[in-house]
């Protein structure tokens, strides 16, 4: 369930190592055994009814998503929501199927908490002990890159920096002088094109990356003529890694090879299960807040003159527009070709449309928007089409955000970018965190967001 949905700024793998390989089965196999530990402890009678659940769990848990370089904090979010994602998931197929009523619900509640902390210490072992093991030098491959540039240098220091890849690079080979060449402390120089067949036979070396450029092609394929005559796996690092790739992932049209450079992360099942999710939740939240929403209508209309709802031209997906409602929270409506941001103090905000807007309130009839499939719950936050107009010609890839529904709250907003952005260095970094949300979406990751909003609007005060 995790993994299908969990899509990395990487091209989808081939390669099968030690690593990748525990990383798949680790989060599932500790999930049923804390379930069948938990079951043996309180001398539970094991029958089919748990070799369902144990099958069920594994398939939908397998394989795991959450890989041994990332950062402690990242590895915690996903973990953490990762398990509340199956935990929704079963309790709600349980309750709905009468499945949960053959187990003793302590068991299960057990189980619910216990495991978390079980993948936490799971991966935190497995971080200490893995990298020494990886570093004896029969479980290293032995690899070379062709090519001293950019390139061949930052993926050098991606196997130097991640030991959990396995590889260890004895050096690169170039046709150009010395004085030419890009300098790099990780690895040798080895020698000329020429001479990569015969050093890759005499060494043994077991992978090949080519980093050359793409201009180069007749030098490639000589090069290939000549690797022909070994054993060694060859690897092609194109020079489009230079660009900052959205959802990067290769692709075929009519059995054509094609590699996708900047791509939505909601197409095929991702989308599917994207919608889904929306509509659920808008229509659970909708129900939830009716009282709070007519509370809040009445609210503002007794506070001033003007509409209870304020419509706002946004971009939406491809750019195109879109009206947003929010609650009106000020005397003025600007909606035309300048719109000027809410400053602190600023008198166009009424007292009960400062209260709205600092707890994010004004923003509830948005998952109106969500069910109408304008907007998403999660995503990068809209702008007034004025802003968007002054900022895609000051900050490079900013409308790359329209690649996705705009959301009632993204990861820019939890990161400390909610409200005014008074300067461009401040919209720069909130549109930092909207392509790094495309680039690393998961399920899990919406719901950490929604989680961290939460907390965010009690405490937050940049939103004026």
Request: include cysteine; proline fraction near 5%.
């Amino acid at each position: 369930m995790f993994a299908a949905i969990d899509r990395q700024n990487v091209l989808r793998r081939s390669s099968f190592t030690l690593s990748t390989a525990i990383e798949a089965f680790l989060d599932p196999l500790l999930i049923v055994g804390v379930l069948l530990c938990t079951a043996y402890y309180y001398d539970d009678r094991f029958g089919p009814h748990y070799l369902i659940l144990c099958a069920l769990s594994f398939a939908l848990t397998f394989p795991g998503n959450v890989a041994f370089h990332e950062i402690p904090r990242r590895m915690l979010r996903k973990l953490v929501s990762n398990w509340l994602l199956f935990v929704a998931a079963m309790g709600t197929f349980g309750m709905v199927s009468g499945y949960v009523h053959y187990f003793p619900q302590h068991i299960l509640i057990v189980w619910a908490v216990l495991t978390p902390f079980v993948l936490l210490a799971g991966h935190w072992l497995v971080r200490a002990v893995l990298p020494r093991f990886m570093a004896m030098d029969q479980n290293h491959r032995v690899a070379v890159v062709a090519g001293v540039n950019d390139i061949g240098i930052k993926l050098v220091q991606q196997f130097h920096s991640n030991p959990y890849l396995g590889t260890r690079v004895v050096g690169f080979f170039d046709d150009r002088s010395t004085d030419r060449l890009q300098s790099s402390d990780l690895a040798p120089m080895l020698g000329r094109m020429s001479e990569l067949a015969s050093f890759v036979k005499r060494h043994h070396v077991e992978a090949i990356y080519l980093a050359l450029p793409m201009a180069t092609q007749p030098r490639i394929l000589a090069l290939l003529d000549d690797l022909k005559d070994t054993t060694a796996s060859i690897y092609f690092v194109p020079d489009i890694f230079v660009t900052d790739l959205i959802q990067g992932q290769l692709d075929s049209v009519g059995g054509m090879p094609v590699v996708a450079v900047c791509e939505t992360p909601f197409s095929g099942v991702s989308g599917m299960v994207k919608r889904v999710s929306d509509v659920v939740l808008s229509l659970l939240i909708l129900i939830l807040i009716a009282p709070i929403m007519i509370g809040l209508a009445a609210g503002v209309k007794l506070s001033s003159p003007g509409p209870i709802i304020f419509k706002q031209r946004r971009y939406g997906l491809d750019g195109k527009e879109i009206l947003v409602y929010k609650f009106r929270s000020m005397t003025t409506t600007d909606n035309g070709a300048v719109v000027k941001q809410a400053t602190k103090g600023d008198q166009r905000i009424t007292p009960f449309g400062a209260f709205i807007r600092r707890t994010s309130l004004d923003e509830l009839p948005q998952f109106v928007n969500v069910l109408q499939g304008r907007m998403s719950i999660v995503g990068p936050r809209p702008h007034a089409v004025a802003h968007n107009e002054t900022y895609r010609k000051l900050i490079k890839g900013y409308m790359v955000r329209h690649k996705v529904k705009p959301g009632i709250t993204g990861w820019a907003q939890v990161n400390g970018y909610r409200g005014e952005t008074e300067t461009v260095d401040k919209m720069e970094k909130r549109i930092e965190y909207d392509l790094e949300y495309l680039r690393t979406w998961s399920l899990s990751l919406d719901l950490w967001i929604i989680i961290k909003t939460a907390l965010v609007v009690v405490k937050d005060r940049n939103a004026y």
